[in-house]
């Protein structure tokens, strides 16, 4: 007998249960369901969209971001909590439709990315609550005065008029003197006011549930199996088939003609396709179509990236640096040319390159999809990171008016970026309206590493002028490799255009902006990171843009993800050459105090430079690496030792500062991950691409970090008052610079290439 994942989860549940080994208590509002507010018909107050609470007392909340194991079903949900002074896990909580309502501000559109939830809700979503707690405390303060009820003033003088501030609201119920009254009993008259606006918001010296540690309110349902992913819903859809599209063996291949006849004669199988990305294959169990897969005769062609190999991309980026000088970035003073100044001339000169390959993403939950065409009608089923990107898409694809396409948003396996790409999502409404069947599309976990939207691959040459008391004077930086926006803007134009917009006028866009972006414009990612942290009197950084053609994408971190690793290794190299201690020659450089501040925590959490001089010649070193990412500031010091040419991290100081902690608990969570998922494409991750051809298949040979490479990870958070920053992706930019510099401590080789490999240094 065969057992999935979740089935394993549920039944250990049971059995655990069953023993009496331990107790385990569903946890209310983790089911995601599609529109909270549309399931109940009781009287409610509801709130601009965010929160809904019911005669019944019960509390629901509308999530405006997506979950994808970062927390923010938490951390929003704690915002709300504070606020109506009610325990998080009290709260229902659903996903959000797509709506306006919903729109992401600090974007413009409906998404989740750019550890933006915490920073851009902060304030409005403990608003709405703050106005929904004090218009169900206004609604309490003139029923009370009147009588609520003769039970309920049994000991109250109803002839007395009792004034707003005398009521609280505390844990569900509106307090008076030493009553308790519940809070759903004044929720019909709440119901009729005019909300409150601007309700003043909770003092921070009266916080029960901001900055303080608690159990996350998806943990036990996700531990459990009762969760519900995208991938697990299957079953609730009538008649639903499952499919899945063989892409072309290259990159770029095309479908030029395919025999399905024996795969069509196997039971179960009813459609084999084409579709404008390959060919799908649909049966009633996904079994049946890995079955019909190797009875499909298909020629393809080749494409232009048939000679195409990841090896030369070094090569290829070099050469085009040495053609182009590229478009300019960001210019300070005399920028590159006083790198020649007769000021500078005597000055300390250095120069490096470094280089970082494609990368996968690599989530838990392979890319997959339902798709429900009916009656003009369509309903999609799926976690995606860009639920507005996938919805007008769709009805782009189908010819439907928005509102006629529903999306069901679900949690999420992982997202790191992949999933604000749709195109699964659009290549499952092409196979369920060729198939004329609801399908639901499950990529394979090759499938999946194959037809990714990669991170770019970047080179960059650096140049510096230091003087002899060690201070940047000058910093140059050229850039080379491929951009991100032309690669989003066709997924993201049906989105953001009117819906009135032609599905052809908006792929002409797509390509006038993809040209712009590459010919006459800096993409912000593709910089971003390379300089802002020390920023000395001169300073420049171009970019040349070499896209080979191969599809990028938003990956954790974004450009910092590589600028991190550039800039603090050649931070590194220019403090050993001027004779200074790594985290001196920083201190002394750095233009941000929050850096300063979070490096000098760092610093002595891990016993630096102590501890870095008693291993003397062991091979075992402390290095160092500090970023600013989205606002915050991270420090990393990495304890590394070098056996033979493997590399051990054997632990990883972390400092945060990212405004108010809302979670401490996420917030370590968050770095943590971070530092492993860093870890993965510092020692472990590339895409190796031969012939045009992905060589690898799955996590055996894309290997991420294991287990027995986890370092002992500190994270130590910054007390702080200042509004909250993002946290989901600054973890990662620093760590594979910190361990670089590390190796280079404990053996004197520079690695400027990733991944870190001891026989492959410069």
Same mark, same amino acid.
């Given at each position: ?27 209310? /509002? ?158 019909? $008259? ?36 009762? $969760? ?5 819903? /299957? ?88 053609? =182009?000088? /590229? ?10 040319? +006083?790198?020649?100044?007769? =000021?500078?001339?005597?000055?300390? !000169?250095?120069?490096?390159?470094? #280089? +970082? ?14 798709? !429900? ?125 009117? $819906? #009135? ?11 006038? /902006? ?13 910089? =971003? ?9 001169? &300073? =420049? ?28 290794? #050649? ?82 100081? &972390?400092?945060?500062? &990212? ?104």
């Amino acid at each position: 007998m065969s057992i999935t994942r979740r089935g394993f989860l549920k039944l250990s549940t049971k059995l655990a249960a069953a023993s009496g080994a331990s107790l385990i208590v569903p946890v209310s /509002g983790c089911a995601a369901k599609p529109n909270a507010f549309t399931q109940t018909s009781s009287v409610s107050y509801q709130d601009e969209g965010f929160i809904q609470i019911l005669a019944t007392g019960e509390v629901h909340f509308v999530l405006p971001r997506d979950e994808m194991g970062q927390g923010i079903y938490h951390g929003l949900t704690t915002l709300i909590a504070e606020e109506l002074a009610i325990a998080p896990e009290r709260i229902n909580v659903h996903f959000a439709p797509v709506d306006k309502t919903y729109t992401n501000t600090g974007y413009n559109m409906q998404g989740t990315w750019g550890s933006s939830s915490i920073r851009e809700h902060y304030l409005p979503l403990r608003q709405a609550a703050a106005n929904a707690r004090e218009t169900i405390l206004k609604a309490a303060s003139t029923q009370l005065s009147i009588g609520l009820s003769t039970d309920l003033n049994t000991n109250l003088n109803t002839k007395t008029s009792i004034q707003r501030n005398e009521l609280t609201l505390n844990n569900g119920f509106v307090v008076f003197q030493d009553n308790k009254y519940p809070m759903g009993d004044f929720i019909p $008259a709440a119901a009729q006011l005019t909300p409150v606006d601007n309700a003043p918001l909770k003092a921070a010296s009266e916080f029960r549930h901001i900055g303080k540690h608690s159990k996350r309110i998806d943990i036990t349902a996700k531990v459990t199996g009762q $969760a519900n992913y995208g991938i697990d819903l /299957g079953e609730n859809v009538p008649n639903l088939h499952r499919a899945t599209v063989i892409h072309g063996p290259n990159i770029d291949a095309t479908l030029v003609d395919f025999d399905a006849s024996k795969a069509l004669a196997l039971e179960g199988v009813t459609d084999v396709v084409a579709v404008p990305t390959g060919l799908a294959i649909v049966a009633k169990h996904y079994w049946q179509v890995q079955q019909a897969i190797p009875l499909i005769d298909i020629n393809w062609s080749q494409g232009d990236l048939v000679n195409f190999n990841s090896n030369e991309l070094p090569q290829h980026l070099t050469q085009k640096l040495s053609q =182009e000088s /590229g478009v300019k970035a960001f210019k300070r003073g005399d920028g590159a040319d +006083a790198l020649n100044d007769d =000021e500078y001339q005597a000055l300390n !000169h250095h120069s490096a390159t470094y #280089f +970082a390959p494609y990368l996968a993403h690599m989530t838990m939950e392979p890319m997959n999809c339902i798709v !429900h065409i009916n009656d003009e009608q369509c309903d999609i089923w799926v976690g995606t990171q860009a639920p507005e990107f996938a919805r007008n898409g769709v009805a782009d694809l189908l010819d439907l008016d928005r509102d006629k396409v529903t999306l069901h948003n679900q949690f999420m396996g992982g997202g790191f970026g992949r999933r604000v790409g749709v195109d699964y999502i659009l290549e499952a409404a092409h196979i369920a309206r060729l198939a004329n069947k609801p399908i639901q599309l499950i990529w394979s976990r090759t499938e999946d590493l194959h037809n990714d939207y990669y991170r770019p691959p970047a080179l960059i040459q650096y140049q510096a002028k230091v003087d002899d008391n060690g201070y940047l004077k000058v910093l140059s930086g050229q850039r080379a490799g491929p951009n991100i926006f032309p690669y989003v803007l066709p997924e993201a134009l049906p989105a953001v255009l009117p $819906a #009135f917009v032609p599905s052809g006028v908006s792929a002409w866009l797509a390509k006038r /902006g993809g040209d712009v972006i590459n010919n006459w414009k800096n993409e912000t990612s593709s910089v =971003e990171g390379l300089f802002e942290d020390y920023l000395p009197e001169h &300073c =420049e950084i171009r970019n040349v843009t070499y896209d080979p053609g191969i599809r990028t994408g938003y990956w954790r971190g974004v450009g910092h993800s590589l600028s991190g690793f550039f800039k603090e290794t #050649f931070i590194d190299e220019l403090a050993y050459q001027a004779a200074h201690d790594p985290v001196e020659f920083r201190l002394k450089n750095l233009k941000d105090e929050g850096l300063k501040q979070v490096l000098s925590i760092a610093a002595k959490q891990a016993n630096w430079p102590t501890k870095a001089k008693s291993m003397g010649n062991s091979k075992r070193a402390l290095g160092v690496a500090v970023h600013r990412s989205l606002k915050t500031a991270v420090a990393q010091i990495a304890d590394v030792s070098v056996e033979a040419d493997k590399i051990i991290v054997h632990s990883v100081t &972390c400092v945060i500062d &990212c405004g108010v902690a809302i979670n401490p608990d996420v917030i370590k969570a968050q770095m943590e991950g971070s530092i492993i998922f860093g870890m993965s494409a510092a020692l472990n991750s590339q895409v190796k691409i031969a012939q045009g051809q992905i060589t690898q298949t799955n996590f055996h040979d894309y290997p991420i970090m294991r287990y027995p490479q986890a370092p002992q990870i500190n994270v130590y958070i910054v007390p702080s008052t200042k509004p909250p920053t993002g946290v989901g992706e600054p973890g990662v930019p620093p760590i594979a610079a910190a361990i670089g510099n590390a190796i280079y401590a404990a053996t004197g080789k520079r690695l400027r290439s990733l991944p870190l490999a001891l026989n492959e240094s410069a």
